[in-house]
C-alpha cells in the first residue's frame, strides 16, 4: 500500500517560502499524476496543483498561479510544492495525492502565514 508523507511546513511571515516535499512508499508513484490539496480551518479540502506522470505539464488553482511551483522527482519517488509570496490566506494543513486521492491520505504538514 502507497504511503504518502508531508514534509517542509512551518511558520512564516508573509511574503516569506516554502517548499514542500511529499516522499511516496510506492513504485506506482512515476505512474500517476500527483497533486497538492490544501485544508485551512473550518474549510474544505480543496486543490492547489498538478503535474502529470513525467512532469512536463503543471496546473495550479488561479489563488496560487504565478506564487507556487509544483515539481517531481520519479527517480526518488518526491513531490514537491515551491511557494513564494505566502499570503495569510495560504494557511492551513497540505497534502499530496492522486488528482482523485486514490492513495490513503498522509498526515499533512501545516503551514501557517502570519501577517
Known amino acids: 500500500q502507497v504511503q504518502l508523507v508531508e514534509s517542509g511546513g512551518g511558520l512564516v511571515q508573509a511574503g516569506g517560502s516554502l517548499r514542500l516535499s511529499c516522499t511516496s512508499s510506492?513504485?506506482?508513484?512515476?505512474?500517476?499524476?500527483m497533486s497538492w490539496f490544501r485544508q485551512a480551518p473550518g474549510k474544505q479540502r480543496e486543490f492547489v496543483a498538478t503535474?502529470?506522470?513525467?512532469?512536463?505539464?503543471?496546473n495550479l488553482a488561479d489563488s496560487v498561479k504565478d506564487r507556487f511551483t509544483i515539481s517531481r522527482d520519479n527517480d526518488k519517488r518526491m513531490l514537491y510544492l515551491q511557494m513564494n509570496s505566502l499570503q495569510p490566506e495560504d494557511t492551513g494543513v497540505y497534502y499530496c495525492?492522486?488528482?482523485?486521492?486514490?492513495?490513503?491520505w498522509g498526515q499533512g504538514t501545516q503551514v501557517t502565514v502570519s501577517s
Open positions: 503535474i502529470t506522470t513525467a512532469g512536463a505539464r503543471t
Open positions: 495525492n492522486t488528482d482523485r486521492g486514490s492513495f490513503p
Open positions: 510506492g513504485n506506482i508513484f512515476r505512474l500517476v499524476a
